[in-house]
């Protein structure tokens, strides 16, 4: 969903700050409210500026801070430095502009969606345009609460327009009463919005039946972590399978193709349910674009070649190891490159594979995207997702050991998602190690590396990434191959002496081993693990972490790492106390609103 121009500028002149923060007042210049929610297109129209703050260009929410910044740092990736004040390097204060802003933009989103849905009672618009932008506005107005309830625990819910300056002092609510308005909300709209079908596969910004149902199976497993109440499970389950059962869904069959649809703005909604979609044009006339894309990847300073990258996130060697050999997402995930002197004209200098630490962070790369988006310095169009299918399949799998211990169904959701990982439908056998057994004389970094031979379809491509004195000391993979039958051949120029001995990958690889689920707690770990080599960079783990109540020893239990491996962002580590399990309430709202006196959270009065 490409926002829309919003023809009307309802909800538009909605201060944030003082007293009239959500007051909503119409133009003289515009239409009235009273003539304008008559036609489906107006409805739609309205219904945009709810979809609106997802990608605020504050970068406040997906555009930066909620895709990146407030994610980290935690046992997946950090800054490659610990300088300045952010959310990212524990030192913010509740003053921080982006905990304000954030605040701000959801609640915002929530002002708009109970304005919209007010004025759905009167529409004269036809009832089944009627219904779906209502069931869109009430999972939006959910989904807003769920983003709120998750980063700061108690926090006012607000189900009706501010009308009155006394509308805005409303005081945190339970998490619980919270939690089971949005599961209102949303199991309201599940029954309203379309399917993904009736949206057509390239619909991935507005949410569809089996978005709002795996949402649902999210919020549901985060309510029984964050309440400590199983209770919710069962729902959990439910709805996640509803969005197996619908058929409407599955998984794209190479790992790295869905990060390349995203930087290029091509929608695919069998696996993505729902994205955040950002656009940028060249000229920049008309843009609500993002900045994580280009915060993201190694580092590059030539925007003309390759796309502007800061490459300011690296993975932690902890992270990088708890892939194992023949995962083809973890060097996507994960850079195994960089470019000489920053500057993609130049070229990549490709990782050893034995440095698991200080690598940047790549699953979106601006190479990918058009010469006229990669053009753009700091700003792009790449979209953000929301809900993979992979995560629906990991959540269901969560909820479901977590009731009933291991079992064949909820194993197969786990090996459905790592069969994919190691490429078994996509490459079958490939390459997945290379070993120097003979390292040889006379080579350089630029000899090259050739596969011929062992019956793939596609053969394989390495690159000398280290070499002493002649002889090589490593080499890395740039692309394992397809569908091997017996070793290859490997040939190397410009030396002589080297013997490099392969490994090939067997289908049955990715497949869980009975040690993996010999129990319930047993089982519990290894998907929490799946769900980092999965998911990493998209916004979850730190939540994740939240609702496991293991935030604190996580990175607890990274100091010594980080000591030892990266010592130049252990601040970043050391600064983390108690007080980092949820955000502080922004000063600005702790010092307006009278009923949050005293109620700021634990460790940021």
């Given at each position: 969903?490409k ?5 009307l500028s309802i909800?538009l ?5 003082g007293?009239?923060?959500?007051l909503?007042?119409l133009?003289?210049d515009?239409?009235?409210?009273e003539?304008f ?5 107006q409805?739609?129209s309205?219904?945009m500026?709810v979809?609106?703050?997802?990608g605020?260009?504050?970068e406040?929410?997906?555009s930066?801070?909620?895709?990146l ?9 950090s800054l ?5 004040i ?5 030192n913010?204060?509740?003053?921080y502009?982006?905990?304000t802003?954030c605040?701000n933009?959801l609640?915002?989103?929530?002002e708009?969606?109970n304005?919209l849905?007010?004025k ?13 932008v209502?069931g869109?506005?009430?999972f939006l ?5 769920f983003l709120l309830?998750?980063?700061w625990?108690?926090v ?5 327009t501010?009308k009155?300056?006394?509308d805005?002092?409303?005081p945190?609510t339970p998490?619980?009463e ?5 599961i ?5 709209a599940e029954?309203?919005v379309k ?5 057509g ?9 089996t978005?709002?149902e795996g949402?649902l199976?999210r919020v549901?497993l985060h ?10 499970l069962?729902a959990?389950?439910s709805?996640?399978k509803?969005v197996?059962?619908s058929n409407?869904h599955?998984l794209n069959p ?11 703005d091509?929608n695919?909604?069998k ?6 979609e950002?656009?940028r ?7 609500e674009?993002?900045?994580?894309g280009?915060?993201y990847?190694p580092?590059?300073?030539?925007e ?7 490459g300011?996130?690296?993975?932690t060697?902890?992270?990088y190891s708890?892939?194992a050999?023949?995962d083809?997402r973890?060097?996507w995930?994960i850079s195994?490159y960089?470019y000489?002197?920053?500057d993609?004209?130049?070229g990549?200098v490709?990782?050893?594979p ?5 690598r940047?962070?790549?699953?979106w790369r ?6 006229a988006?990669?053009a753009?310095?700091n700003f ?6 929301l809900?993979r299918y992979s995560d ?6 969560e909820a ?9 169904e909820?194993i197969?959701?786990?090996?459905q998602v ?7 439908t ?9 070993r ?14 050739t ?7 596609k053969?394989a491509?390495?690159?000398i990434s280290?070499?002493?004195s002649?002889?090589?000391t490593a080499?890395?993979i740039?692309?394992?191959?397809a569908?091997?039958t017996?070793?290859?051949?490997i040939?190397i120029?410009?030396g ?7 490994t ?10 009975p040690a993996?689920?010999s129990?319930?707690?047993v089982?519990n770990t290894f ?8 998911l990493t960079g998209e ?5 994740d ?6 935030f604190l020893?996580?990175?607890?239990a990274m100091?010594?790492?980080?000591t030892?491996n ?5 601040a970043a580590y ?6 980092d ?6 000063i600005?709202?702790?010092?307006l609103?009278?009923?949050m006196?005293g109620?700021?959270?634990?460790g940021?009065e």
């Open positions: 969903m926002k829309q121009v919003i023809t909800l002149s909605i201060s944030l700050s007293c009239e923060k959500f909503t007042e133009p003289q515009t239409a009235s409210p003539t929610f008559q036609t489906g297109d409805l739609t309205a219904l500026s979809y609106s703050p997802l605020s260009t504050d406040s929410t997906y930066r801070f909620l895709s910044e407030a994610d980290a740092a935690t046992d997946e990736f490659r430095s610990a300088g300045g952010a959310a990212n390097t524990y913010a204060s509740a003053s502009i982006n905990f802003r605040w933009n609640y915002l989103g929530i708009r969606a304005f849905l007010e759905l009672e009167t529409s004269t618009a036809p009832l089944a345009d009627k219904n779906q209502k869109e506005a009430l107005r959910g989904y807003y609460h309830v998750s980063y625990g108690d006012p819910l607000r189900l009706t501010t009155q300056a006394s805005v002092n409303r945190r998490a619980k919270v939690y089971d308005q949005i209102k909300d949303m199991t309201e029954a309203l399917t993904a079908t009736a949206w596969v390239t619909i991935t910004g507005r949410v569809s039946k978005a709002v949402i199976s549901n309510a029984a972590g964050r309440l400590k109440d199983n209770s919710y069962p959990a389950v709805w996640g509803k197996i059962a409407e599955r190479d790992y790295k193709q869905i990060f390349i649809n995203q930087s290029q091509v695919d909604n696996e993505c349910l729902w994205e955040v950002f656009l044009d060249a000229t920049g006339i008309y843009s674009y993002e900045r994580f280009s915060t990847g580092q590059n300073n030539n003309k070649v390759g796309g502007f990258m800061q300011v996130y690296y993975a060697g902890t992270l708890s892939y050999d023949g083809l973890r060097d995930t195994n960089l000489v002197n920053t993609a004209a130049q990549k490709y990782t050893n034995a440095t698991a630490w200080r940047p962070l790549a699953k601006r190479e990918y995207q058009s010469p988006a990669a753009i310095k792009g169009p790449t979209n953000f997702p809900l629906v399949l990991l959540t269901l799998a479901d050991n977590l009731i009933n211990g291991p079992t064949a909820n197969e959701y786990v090996n790592r069969r994919r990982a190691y490429g078994v996509l490459v079958g056998r490939n390459i997945k190690t290379l120097v057994t003979t390292a040889g004389t006379g080579y350089t970094l630029n000899s090259i590396v596969f011929s031979g062992g019956g793939a379809t053969d491509k390495a690159v280290a070499v002493s002649g002889r090589i080499i890395t740039v692309d394992g191959g569908n091997y017996t070793n290859p051949t040939t120029t410009g002589t002496g080297a013997v490099i001995t392969p090939i990958s067997n289908i049955s690889d990715p497949e869980l081993l993996d689920y129990s319930l707690p089982f998907i929490v693990k799946e769900r980092s080599r999965e916004g979850h783990h730190k939540l972490l939240y609702r496991w109540g293991t020893t996580t990175m607890q100091i010594p790492i980080i030892t990266f010592s130049t962002v252990l050391t600064n983390v106390s108690a007080r399990v949820a955000f502080p309430i922004p600005q709202e702790m010092s609103n009278p009923a006196a109620k700021q959270n634990p940021w």
